[in-house]
């Protein structure tokens, strides 16, 4: 990878970073904003509230609860961004602090410190908030839903008992503030979500890139320089048979001697270059295929290890199918699977429900190159549309062909 490359992968990265930890902090610090907005009408209410109907102390009560359920809505917060699994105590610790100060509205407008709609209303949102924030990432669609309609009925339920006529909009209210939550968490998790597997393909294709630039460049060097070597050697030989001198005959013995060893070693580079991690180009070809919309399936049923030259093989295989499914098929599912036995054959096989002719682009040499690499240990490649709307590239290596 050149450096200006590798500078833009960086950047990238600080930005993928910047993004997550701005996204992190914004969604962090609006529970406590909508919470303190809501708290301080409430407790500046009860300097009109009954005193000697109220303990002297309710109102730290209500800031020390409003404060825990929101450190509470803003730790599962962070668990959604992290990540991380959440938390089924906290959850269910903040449910049980809802349902309590569901049970507790009756009591606050009976003493006082709820005295019509316009004090109700604020309570039950805030009532709401906590749990909302926790649940719409912890929860799918229907999940969430359920518990919105039931918390939004226990509220109205809550509030008819002691004011009927502020019971309908303390229902709409809260039953909106569910669906206001829910909504803000949902597409802030979801443009996350994007960015990270942007960003995952991203790494995975660079990855691949990096792959087959190594691939290619050591065929190249294998090709170019190892023949060049190959024919020296035997231009080397040939003088010394055609040479009279002894000293001549021992000079280009040397000369055919280091020709024959520099080409040893450039092999021995060369299959270095080409060494491939079959689990590896598995991996990274289901995360570009996912990242470009289609569902891919691994299935491994092999067995038994298979050996370096096996894998590098079967590694440009599964490259060069995914290459072909991305440029030439309009596939939304793929399936890559690979069986092999202690005895028999090994055969991968990538299908694809796309249509199209699937084969390299006009110029290109893919599918030919494949070809070459497997001759060498009797492996075969066969390609073309199979039962139903589907395409299959199928390899078969001998079981000889992966000792």
């Known amino acids: 990878m050149s450096t200006a490359s590798g500078a833009a992968q960086a950047r990238h990265q600080i930005d993928v970073k910047r993004a997550t930890a701005h996204t992190r902090w914004m969604l962090c610090l609006i529970p406590w904003l909508l ?6 009408p409430l407790l500046s209410h009860l300097d009109h509230a009954d005193a000697d109907r109220l303990p002297p102390a309710i109102g730290w009560a209500i800031a020390t609860v409003t404060a825990l359920q929101g450190l509470g809505a803003t730790t599962a917060v962070a668990y959604s961004i992290g990540r991380a699994r959440h938390s089924t105590a906290l959850i269910g610790a903040m449910a049980a602090v809802t349902l309590l100060e569901l049970a507790l509205l009756p009591w606050a407008h009976d003493v006082g410190l709820l005295d019509g709609t316009r004090s109700l209303i604020p309570a039950s949102i805030m009532v709401a908030l906590p749990l909302s924030f926790a649940l719409s990432s912890a929860m799918g669609r229907r999940a969430y839903t359920a518990v919105a309609v039931g918390e939004s009925v226990l509220a109205g339920g809550a509030v008819l008992v002691a004011d009927r006529a502020a019971a309908p909009a303390v229902l709409a209210f809260t039953a909106a503030t569910w669906v206001v939550i829910g909504s803000l968490m949902r ?78 070693e450039i092999r021995e580079v060369v299959n270095g270059y080409r060494s491939t991690d079959l689990t590896t180009e598995l991996q990274g070809a289901q995360a570009v295929l996912e990242a470009a919309g289609v569902s891919c399936r691994i299935r491994r049923e092999d067995d038994v290890p298979l050996p370096q030259e096996a894998q590098t093989a079967l590694g440009w295989a599964v490259r060069e199918g995914v290459t072909n499914v991305l440029r030439h098929a309009q596939a939304s599912t793929c399936t890559i699977r690979l069986t092999g036995t202690g005895d028999g054959p090994t055969r991968l096989d990538i299908v694809n429900d796309g249509t199209g002719q699937q084969t390299e682009s006009e110029g290109g040499n893919g599918l030919a190159g494949l070809v070459e690499r497997l001759a060498p240990l009797g492996g075969t490649v066969n390609h073309g549309p199979a039962a139903g709307p589907t395409y299959r590239l199928t390899v078969h290596l001998p079981r000889q062909g992966n000792r």
């Open 187 to 264: 597409s802030s998790m979801w443009f996350l979500t994007v960015l990270w597997q942007l960003n995952a393909a991203r790494e995975a294709q660079t990855r691949l890139v990096i792959a087959e630039e190594r691939l290619r460049f050591a065929r190249d060097l294998h090709d170019v320089i190892g023949s060049d070597l190959s024919v020296i050697a035997l231009k080397a030989e040939l003088a010394e048979r055609l040479a009279q001198a002894p000293e001549a005959r021992s000079e280009m013995a040397h000369v055919q001697s280091l020709t024959r060893g520099l080409h040893h």
């Open 35 to 40: 919470l303190a907005s809501l708290l301080w």
